[in-house]
C-alpha cells in the first residue's frame, strides 16, 4: 500500500460530541428533551439522514425535513470544533504514515463547507495528500468517483491504496474502485449494522491495527 485514505465522521476524527451537540440544540429549539450522546452516536456517520431518525422521527420524505435540515446545518456550522477529536492513536498513525512515506488523505460525505474547515481546526489541512468532499464529485459514496479522484490527485492506482471506513458505503465504495478496505470498529457502528457482510479485507480496533495490516 502507497496510500491510505480515511472516512472522516467515525474514522478519522470522532465528531459525534460536535454532531450531537448541535442536534440537541435543535430538540430544544422545537421543546423537546436531549437525547443521550450515547444514543445519537451510532447515528453519527449517517448524516441528517440518521440524526433526523432519531432525532425527530423525519425521513426525507417529509416536507419538514428540508427546512429542519438548514437549521441543523446552521446549528452545527456555529459549533463545528467545540468537542471533535481525532480518535486515540490516529495522530500518532498520522506522523507514522509520513514518517514511512506512506501519503493519507480524506474521502468524505461530509460537505466541503464543513470538512475543510474541520481539517483546518485540527491542524491537518495542509498535510492532507488528497481531501475529497461529498460534493467534490458529481457523485458521493458509495459510488467510487471520489475515492478514485483522491487516487488520482496523490498519483497512485486504486490498487495501492487502502480505504478505512466505518459503513456499509464506505467499504462498497473502496472495493468499486479496486482499492483494499477496512472497516475501523472503533466507529459509529450501530447493533443493525452486520459488518461480516460488507465484504472487506479486514477489520480493526484501533487506527494504530493500520500499521500491522499494512505490514
Not at 51 to 75: C, H, K, N, S, V
Not at 94 to 119: C, H, M, S, Y
Request: net charge negative; charged share 20%; hydrophobic share 40%.
Amino acid at each position: 500500500m502507497k496510500a491510505v485514505l480515511f472516512d472522516l465522521d467515525g474514522t478519522l476524527a470522532d465528531t459525534a460530541p460536535d454532531l450531537g451537540h448541535a442536534l440537541n440544540l435543535q430538540r430544544e429549539r422545537h421543546g423537546l428533551p436531549p437525547l443521550p450522546q450515547e444514543t445519537i452516536r451510532p447515528y453519527a456517520s449517517h448524516g441528517t439522514v440518521g440524526l433526523f431518525d432519531i432525532g425527530f422521527g423525519l425521513t426525507p420524505q417529509d416536507e419538514r425535513f428540508a427546512p429542519m435540515r438548514e437549521e441543523y446545518l446552521a446549528l452545527y456550522t456555529a459549533n463545528l470544533c467545540l468537542h471533535t477529536t481525532l480518535f486515540p492513536g490516529m495522530a500518532e498513525l498520522l506522523d507514522q504514515l509520513e514518517g514511512k512515506g506512506i501519503a493519507w488523505g480524506v474521502v468524505t460525505n461530509k460537505p466541503a463547507r464543513f470538512t475543510n474547515p474541520l481539517l483546518e481546526l485540527l491542524g491537518l489541512s495542509k498535510r492532507a495528500a488528497s481531501v475529497i468532499s461529498g460534493d467534490t464529485c458529481s457523485h458521493p459514496k458509495p459510488h467510487p468517483e471520489p475515492l478514485l479522484a483522491a487516487a488520482r490527485e496523490i498519483g497512485i492506482a486504486p490498487q495501492g491504496c487502502l480505504y478505512v471506513g466505518d459503513a456499509e458505503r464506505d467499504m462498497e465504495a473502496a472495493l468499486a474502485a479496486g482499492m483494499t478496505a477496512l472497516i475501523a470498529n472503533y466507529g459509529y457502528l450501530s447493533t443493525a449494522d452486520r459488518p461480516e457482510t460488507w465484504g472487506a479485507h479486514g477489520r480493526i480496533d484501533t487506527p494504530q491495527d493500520i500499521l500491522a495490516f499494512l505490514a
